[in-house]
């Protein structure tokens, strides 16, 4: 007992290790907290899904970041700390690495085992007839065609993007209605929404805290940014009428992106794509306040942790044993 007093009382007077563990836990539940009141002002931003989508993705992978870059900060600042001589200093270390790698691991296999589920599909993909192939590349982008009768179309493989399509896709869609979809799909690429997706699902695995409404956002807004950005170059109803023929698609991994997977976004997307709509005031105010927030939030979470580092003096014994 006399030695955990004395341990208790040399990381306090240095504010190393103890100080660390208490952030671990702390911070990033605070930051969660900051992120539950940001994000109703985000779901608000559904006039803006090209912001909308990154930002909300963002703020959903904000609290699993913070914890994992103060694990990091803790363990390196930690390892050279006086407070390791104590076997509790040495038990806190073992609980802040311990917790690191049991969150990195669980991320790391739930990750991994999306990414197996690609592969397989894709290893049951071919190449496309030549008409398919004719289409593809005047978008811009791979096609691979999956010998399956249930409709999709999805991008997937964060390297090398590609655009799966099934056999009953093919049946179902015009020419007109395909090159919609694929120019969908390479909206998807071009605004890198696989690796933001990846990122999202990475971080929210690691901290499982609840941002299901962040990231059903996200999901949501990244179609019709995805939708908007394929407009440019193709008629509105050809694509509006692609949804509708794919409405009801088999349910893919979540790190595809699928033309129209969420049967409950399809209406608000068709009547979108397909209504007059007017112009909306601009809503680079709200980006900036969003924008601003989150960096706020990610610097106050970081700042302890970093001054910490900075102005650290190691576990000592001096004027503790008096």
């Known amino acids: ?5 004395f341990f208790i009382k040399a990381c306090v007077a240095s504010k190393t290790l103890i100080a660390s563990v208490c952030g671990l836990f702390v911070i990033p539940l605070a930051a969660w907290i900051v992120i539950r009141l940001l994000a109703p002002y985000i779901r608000r931003m559904d006039n803006d899904p090209a912001w909308q989508a990154p930002i909300a993705a963002i703020a959903a992978t904000t609290p699993g970041a913070v914890f994992l870059l103060l694990a990091v900060i803790d363990l390196i600042g930690a390892s050279s700390s006086g407070c390791l001589q104590f076997l509790w200093g040495r038990i806190l270390f073992a609980t802040i690495l311990a917790l690191t790698i049991l969150a990195f691991t669980r991320a790391t296999i739930v990750a991994a085992n999306r990414v197996a589920q690609i592969r397989a599909l894709i290893k049951l993909s071919h190449e ?3 008409d398919i192939r004719s289409v593809a590349q005047r978008v811009g ?25 099934s056999r009953g896709t093919l049946e179902r869609l015009d020419p007109q209605e395909l ?20 990122a999202l699902s990475f971080f929210a695995d690691l901290l499982p805290l609840p941002t299901g409404d962040l990231i059903a956002t996200y999901s949501t807004a990244r179609e019709f940014a995805a939708d908007e950005h394929a407009t440019r170059g193709i008629a ?9 023929s794919l409405a009801g698609t088999r349910k893919l991994a979540h790190s595809v992106a699928a033309l129209a997977e969420d049967a409950a976004n399809i209406k608000p997307r068709v009547l979108a794509l397909l209504e007059e709509r007017a112009v909306s005031a601009s809503p680079i105010g709200r980006r900036v306040v969003a924008v601003a927030m989150l960096t706020a939030v990610a610097i106050l979470s970081l700042m302890p942790a970093v001054l910490s580092a900075v102005n650290d003096s190691a576990c000592s014994t001096k004027g503790v044993l008096s």
Do not use: K, N, T
């Open 128 to 130: 496309p007839a030549e």
């Open 141 to 165: 982008v791979q096609v691979r065609v999956v010998p399956f009768a249930d409709p999709f179309c999805a991008l997937a493989r964060i390297i090398a993007p590609v655009v799966l399509v």
């Open 1 to 5: 007992m006399h030695d955990l007093v």
């Open 236 to 244: 509105a109803h050809q694509l509006a009428s692609a949804i509708i």
């Open 179 to 198: 090159e919609a979809a694929l120019r969908h799909e390479r909206a998807h690429a071009l605004r890198a929404d696989l690796p933001l997706s990846a």
